[in-house]
């Protein structure tokens, strides 16, 4: 949607990032998705939007269903009160969906938050002993910093205010412990599940989950220096960590261009475009007594499409600019998907201190534009037959592209298309996905689309983390059940992870209608 709102400070984010092309010096990317991705969000956390999921639901009952998910606020530890981490009622978060291809969003889902504070003579926080101190419901007194929110869907025709899909939405506590939030998943997490009221049969929830992006944190900023360059072996640094989510389902037909549900993975209307976004007012006031007002426009100060886009390919000096663009202006970054920097530098890592020479491909990187930019156009050398996820209309807009029109897989692979998955990523994302070993080989030139870098290792690098340990839930909303204060999950250590079901790439733990681990295909034993 054109929003006049945003004209003025999108003209100005344009002309400030060309400034900056010419002006600015090349940074060595990072990533850990997009966790403090860009200097200024990496002050922001309330804003900062992590990972974003875009997929057909598998949820039995639900095949006519899209999920999309967006987390935000990163790093938490779970023991972190008295306040833990509540949403910001001062941001406005967002899910775009664009389904014409030029980079403007046509349909937006807008959550807004609000906190009440029930006793506010308490020296705690989140909860308190205002009846009993455990919190056993959604509505529980003890319960003592409740969030509420609303959800409104707004479309290009709609007018900004849009139309609202459900409010007065309960978010449930942090997973404070096993006393204060007792049985977390049946008692709060679920019934924070919520039909949306508009009459599509969708659902809707928001609030904390278990960390679900997967990674060898500190092998990455280590100049690459993973414990191991294959499926396992690695340290899950992100494991024991919780992660604030917004998740919406909604209709196939709501979402594509002819409001109809296509029967070809090839038809004009099948693939969507998918990002987040986070804005806050242009101007915050804060007051004698401590109080905080804002005032102005909403201004956007965190996006998210692909996974990693950020941190591989947006050099330093220009990863704040990005994170206030709107994909409708992202030919100006084509320069650094054509020639970026990380496989450069991964190339020089392997050979300087694994003694590991490898060829990459040359600029123009024209495979990288496709799986980023513009997505595959249906026929690519290397592609299945019958694979889309092109969406564009002649210039680069980054954002993820989901074909509705592709099923869910009955064998996934954490490797979604390199893995002979073509519901995987790059079509759209799944929680199982493994992002990073997918996006390493991809920017080594180690797959289908540039034959002659797809030799090992160009395909067959990895962080040596293969999913997330706790798996997924079956069922909306998907990401496992958080990580409780007082009794943490243990920390993955190599020992551990080479031993995971996981590494055999599409095997999954089992988990029990309450988020619990209780089995892995390759085990019985009981697992707390």
Same mark, same amino acid.
């Given at each position: ?26 940074? =060595?990317?990072? &990533? ?26 598998? !949820? ?6 899209? $999920?999309?998910?967006?987390?935000f606020i990163p790093f938490q530890v779970p023991s972190g009160g008295p306040h833990f981490y509540p949403f910001d ?27 009440? +504070? ?22 529980? #007194? ?71 992006? *997967? +990674? ?11 414990? @191991? ?13 919780? +992660? ?20 070809? @993975? ?5 693939? +969507? ?5 986070? @804005? ?7 007051? %004698? ?9 909403? $201004? ?40 970026? !920097? ?10 300087? *201190? ?29 592609? %299945? ?16 592209? =989901? ?36 996006? =390493?080989? /991809? ?7 540039? %034959?002659? &870098?797809?030799? /090992? ?9 293969? /999913?997330?340990? !706790?798996?997924? =839930? ?9 990580? #409780? ?44």
């Amino acid at each position: 949607m054109k929003k006049v709102l945003y004209e003025k400070s999108l003209k100005m984010t344009r002309i400030f990032f060309v400034l900056a092309l010419c002006l600015s010096l090349l940074g =060595l990317p990072t &990533f850990a998705s997009s966790h403090r991705e860009a200097p200024l969000i990496a002050f922001d956390p309330g804003a900062d939007n992590t990972d974003v999921y875009a997929f057909r639901s598998t !949820e039995a009952g639900r095949q006519g269903f899209v $999920t999309l998910i967006a987390n935000f606020i990163p790093f938490q530890v779970p023991s972190g009160g008295p306040h833990f981490y509540p949403f910001d009622p001062t941001v406005s978060y967002e899910i775009k969906i664009d389904n014409t291809g030029d980079g403007i969003e046509d349909t937006t889902y807008q959550f807004q938050f609000t906190t009440q +504070i029930r006793n506010a003579s308490t020296v705690l926080g989140m909860s308190t002993i205002n009846q009993n101190g455990v919190i056993s419901s959604l509505t529980d #007194p003890d319960y003592n910093e409740i969030q509420t929110y609303t959800v409104r869907r707004v479309g290009r025709l709609s007018g900004r205010r849009g139309s609202i899909m459900g409010s007065g939405f309960i978010v449930p506590p942090d997973n404070i412990g096993p006393r204060v939030t007792p049985n977390y998943e049946a008692n709060l997490a679920q019934p924070a599940v919520y039909n949306l009221q508009d009459g599509s049969g969708g659902k809707v929830f928001a609030g904390q989950r278990d960390e679900s992006f *997967f +990674i060898d944190v500190g092998g990455t900023f280590d100049a690459f220096n993973f414990r @191991s360059l294959g499926a396992t072996g690695g340290v899950d640094g992100l494991r024991t960590l919780n +992660i604030k989510t917004i998740a919406i389902e909604v209709p196939i037909q709501e979402l594509t261009r002819n409001r109809t549900v296509p029967t070809s @993975s090839t038809a004009s209307d099948a693939v +969507i475009g998918v990002w987040a976004t986070a @804005s806050r007012r242009s101007m915050s006031v804060i007051n %004698p007594d401590g109080s905080r007002e804002t005032q102005g426009g909403f $201004t956007q100060i965190s996006r998210l499409g692909n996974p990693l886009v950020n941190e591989l390919v947006i050099p330093l000096g220009l990863k704040d600019a990005f994170n206030s663009l709107s994909p409708q202006f992202d030919a100006i970054a084509a320069p650094f998907v054509l020639d970026p !920097e990380l496989p450069k530098a991964i190339r020089f890592a392997l050979g300087a *201190f694994n003694g590991i020479t490898i060829n990459i491909p040359p600029a123009p990187r024209n495979d990288l534009v496709a799986i980023f930019a513009t997505g595959i156009p249906a026929g690519t050398p290397g592609a %299945p037959a019958g694979y889309s996820t092109f969406l564009s209309d002649g210039t680069p807009h980054e954002f993820q592209r =989901l074909n509705v029109a592709i099923p869910p897989s009955a064998t996934p692979n954490r490797l979604g298309l390199l893995g002979g998955d073509i519901a995987g990523f790059p079509n759209g994302r799944r929680p199982i996905d493994d992002v990073v070993d997918i996006e =390493l080989r /991809a920017v080594l030139g180690g797959t289908p689309f540039t %034959p002659a &870098f797809n030799v /090992a290792p160009n395909n067959t690098v990895g962080d040596g983390v293969a /999913a997330n340990f !706790e798996g997924f =839930l079956t069922r909306f909303p998907y990401l496992q059940t958080p990580n #409780p204060g007082n009794t943490p999950r243990p920390v993955d250590f190599p020992a551990t992870q080479t031993a995971a079901p996981e590494a055999a790439g599409s095997m999954l733990p089992i988990v029990d209608q309450n988020g619990k681990l209780v089995r892995t295909p390759n085990t019985s034993r009981a697992t707390k």
